[in-house]
C-alpha cells in the first residue's frame, strides 16, 4: 500500500473543513493531529524502520484522533466519558464509514496492513495494549502511543489546562489530588481515567505519562519541548497540595536524571 502523503494531507484537511474551524478546540486537535504524525515518523526512523514502514506510522499518527472532531462537534468535549470512546469511534469512521478511502488506496494484499493501522488507532489511547497482539502490532501500537504522549506533554506546557478541558481557573487551583492519583504516580506508572477527579488529578495523569514512554527518541522529543515540571507548577490554594506538587516534581526530575 504506497502512501501519498500529500494525499493524506489533504484528505485530513478537507474532512476537518467539515466542522467549525474558528473553534479553538478543533484547531487544537488539527495542530495535536499533525504535531503527533510528525513524532510518530521521527520514533520509527529512530528504530530503523524501513521508508514504508515509516509511512504507516505517519499514516496512523494523521489518522489516530479523527473522531476527535465529531466529539467536538457533538458533546463539546474531550472527555470520552461524557461522550463516546474516540479510538474506537475512529476505527468506525474510518473503517467502518469508509473514510479511510479518501486517504489511501488498497487492494486484498493490503488487509495486514490495514489491521496494523486499525490495531494502532485502536488501542491508542488505552491504559494498557492487550496482550495478545503480536509483535509487529505491538511496535506500531507503542510507536503512535509514544508520539500521541509526547504532544499531550507539548499541549500541557504550552495550552492552559483548564482551556482545554473547559474549567475556571478557580476550579483548577482549588483542586487537590485524589488519593489514588497519587499512588499511581509514586508507582511510576500511568493513572487511569476513573481515578482523575479534577484537574489537577489530569495535570498529574499528563506527568504520569513520563513513565511510560517506550522509546528513547520519545523521551528526548518530550525533553525538548521544555520543562515537564511546569506542567504541574501552579498557584494552588491549599498549601498541602502545594507540597505534594513540589514532591511530584522532584520525584519526577530525579526520574527524568537517570
Known sequence: MKIDRDRVTEAFNNYVAKFDESDEMIRLKKKHTVKVATNADEIAGSIGLSSEEVDICWLIGMLHDIARFRQLKEYHTLYDAKSFNHAYVGCDILFKEGLIDSFVDYTVEDSRTL?????????????????????????????????DKVDIFRVAIEEPVNNVYSVTRRELLDSEITPEVLEAFYEHHAVKRELRKNMLDIKVGFVSLSFELVYDKSKELALSQGNLMNIIEDDYTNERTRQQVRDIQRELEEYLKE
Open 115 to 147: 489491521s496494523l493501522v486499525e490495531n494502532a488507532v485502536r488501542w491508542h489511547s488505552e491504559y494498557r495494549i492487550p496482550e495478545d497482539l503480536d509483535e509487529e502490532e505491538k511496535q506500531y501500537c507503542n510507536i503512535i502511543r509514544d508520539a
